[in-house]
């Protein structure tokens, strides 16, 4: 049966920005859904927390296996209702070289879990919203969809995906009452980011990026970049004439080629 309390599910909730979510959506009296790989680290955190038992539940899925986070969807409706808030948050961000072969099979992974991992989060939840009419889906993106990095291709590609395939979705929920909230994150401290070799200005802590996410999205702002100064500074460089773009990241260090966070 549902909870009398709001319910938000959250995928990628065993570290970083999803974890940040989870905490302060708790604190802000909301149950919470748990959703990543890592179920020992979720129950892990959930204990060190002092989470309420009958306040939250931690399902294991890989969203980059679309029948495994559909079932951990089924899961929780079937456990805790149909949820208030939807956040969409797992991802992965790999450096490419299109010219190693082995680096197409990694692009192949990084959109599995970046895109269409995103889609099959939402999937179970759609109609059940349309029919409730009412809910909000949450897609995490990244300040990088609004301009490609050398070296980045594969992510810039999957987040400027993400924003596409999020607008496409707000368009088609709209007479139903459902919203769809866009986030593009700047620079985060988390995992996902510890080992970038290049400067990130605007840095934020995960707390408080969840802090500023937390209220766009009771807000149901459609579109947010978060710090705002990071989205000034990328619509600068989208303005920017490509010979001038060019010239500008010429020598820029990348990121590395390896998995370095998920």
């Not at 009296?29 to 539940?57: F, K």
């Not at 009452?177 to 802590?205: D, E, Q």
Request: charged share 15%; net charge positive; with cysteine.
């Amino acid at each position: 049966m549902p909870a009398a309390r709001p319910l938000v599910f959250i995928t990628g909730a065993s570290s970083g920005i999803g974890q940040a979510l989870a905490a302060r959506f708790y604190a802000q009296g909301h149950d919470l859904a748990l959703v990543a790989r890592n179920t020992q680290a979720m129950h892990d955190w959930a204990a060190a927390e002092g989470l309420e038992p009958a306040r939250h539940a931690v399902y294991g899925a890989d969203v980059a296996q679309a029948e495994s986070i559909v079932a951990a969807a089924r899961q929780c409706i079937a456990r805790q209702g149909l949820p208030q808030i939807v956040i969409a948050n797992a991802g992965v961000s790999w450096g490419v070289d299109t010219g190693e072969r082995e680096d197409l099979e990694v692009m192949a992974q990084l959109f599995a879990t970046n895109n269409l991992g995103m889609a099959a989060t939402f999937h179970p939840f759609i109609r059940a919203m349309q029919a409730r009419g009412s809910g909000t889906l949450v897609g995490v993106a990244s300040v990088a969809a609004i301009r490609g990095l050398p070296g980045h291709g594969a992510y810039c590609a999957s987040k400027a995906g993400v924003v596409s395939y999020c607008e496409s979705l707000r368009g088609e929920m709209r007479a139903s009452g459902v919203k769809v909230v866009t986030l593009l994150p700047g620079y985060v401290a988390t995992p996902l980011t510890r080992n970038n070799r290049y400067s990130m200005p605007f840095l934020l802590t995960a707390d408080e990026f969840a802090r500023r996410a937390c209220r766009v999205i009771l807000r149901q702002t459609s579109y947010a970049v978060i710090p705002w100064q990071m989205g000034m500074v990328a619509k600068l460089l989208r303005m920017l004439p490509n010979r001038l773009f060019d010239r500008l990241l010429q020598g820029r260090q990348t990121k590395h080629r390896h998995k370095t966070g998920g």
